[in-house]
């Protein structure tokens, strides 16, 4: 989700997110696992993907709250809601991780209210695997860990998932406009695409710790101040350096 180009394409009807959450009944506390799509300033949803439509927002001058937090069994939850300006009904949202909530509140804010401004900057990185030809693995072997945002690579084994940079313990929050809240998800994404498409996954960047051993006293790292925020940014590790 790249909230310069979606802002760009409101006016369009454009897919600019879709995936899963969990939506609580009208009255009712329940929530049940539904397949929601958010087209220009329209968020409508499904009993599944592929399904008939059984319900839309209009989120023009609506506004979107994060809600509570809760473990249902063995699953986190992380709420939020919406509120259309038109109506008085209150609708109640739930994603599987912190950062598949935010990726949606992102999205449904900048399409609610397209006039405020935003920064550019992400929090993912991207980077495009190329799906192997026919019978091939994707080379990849992914989980989907509660409380966890969204997908998380355990294994990189194949050449085109190396190629596109993927490491052991990169989280994967989207691939393509597809939030990924669940491996089956990912996997079913991954089969769809033909031999030869490029995939775009959007990586979350904080995820990864490493370690790092000086080599003749020095790291190999040259790295720059983060802006805003605590931390810092690596600008380039220098061949044999860094560990």
């Known amino acids: 989700f790249n909230p310069v180009a979606a802002q760009q394409l409101l006016c369009l009807r454009v897919m600019l997110l879709r ?4 939506k609580s009944g009208e009255g009712s506390s329940a929530y049940k696992l539904r397949w929601f799509e958010l087209l220009g300033r329209e968020l409508r949803w499904a009993e599944s993907e592929g399904t008939p439509v059984k319900g839309s927002i209009d989120l023009r001058g609506a506004r979107v709250y994060l809600d509570l937090e ?21 609708y109640a949202l739930q994603a599987s991780s912190a950062e598949e909530r935010r990726l949606w509140v992102e999205a449904i804010d900048l399409a609610a209210q397209p006039d405020l401004a935003r920064s550019s900057a992400s929090s993912r990185r991207h980077v495009q695997l190329k799906k192997p030809a026919l019978n091939e693995p994707v080379g990849i072997e992914v989980t989907c860990k509660s409380g966890v945002p969204c997908v998380v690579v355990d294994v990189v084994s194949g ?10 313990g990169d989280i994967i929050v989207t691939i393509g406009d597809t939030v990924a809240r669940s491996a089956a998800l990912a996997w079913r994404l991954f089969k769809a695409a033909s031999p030869g498409d490029t995939l775009s996954l959007g990586l979350a960047t904080w995820n990864r710790a490493i370690k790092v051993g000086k080599r003749e006293g020095k790291l190999g790292l040259t790295y ?5 925020g605590p931390g810092f940014v690596l600008s380039s590790v220098a061949a044999g350096g860094g560990g």
């Open 19 to 22: 995936g899963e959450l969990f």
């Open 70 to 90: 809760e473990q249902l069994g063995n699953d986190d939850r992380f709420g939020m809601r919406i509120v259309p300006r038109a109506g008085p009904r209150v």
């Open 159 to 168: 050449k085109a998932a190396v190629e596109a940079g993927l490491l052991a």
């Open 224 to 228: 720059v101040a983060a802006s805003p």
